[in-house]
């Protein structure tokens, strides 16, 4: 994995954002947790890259790409992890 980290911008009561994390931590995939209820800087982060909404989990790679409230599927896929 390159330098910069892995960002999963979310809430703590969001469902994608636990399922997400969830599967991060169990293939292994080192990543940094905003919490944009608590960070306002990841909020307004969230926002500018999805057109003023809200929509989480964002997940940012350290290629630049985004990911937006993406399934495991697409997560695996982005990752190059075969069984997800």
């Known amino acids: 994995m390159p330098d910069a980290p892995l960002m999963v ?6 469902p994608d954002c636990i399922r997400a994390r969830k ?11 905003v919490n944009i ?11 500018k890259v999805n057109a003023g909404m809200r929509s989480v989990p964002t997940i940012v790679f350290p290629d630049g790409s985004i990911l937006v409230e993406p399934s495991n599927r697409e997560l695996g896929e982005k990752l190059g992890i075969a069984d997800a």
Request: with cysteine; glycine share 8%; net charge positive.
């Open 9 to 14: 911008y979310g809430t703590h009561w969001c």
């Open 23 to 33: 599967f991060l931590r169990k293939h292994a995939v080192p990543f940094k947790w």
């Open 37 to 47: 209820t608590k960070d306002e800087e990841g909020d307004r982060y969230v926002r």
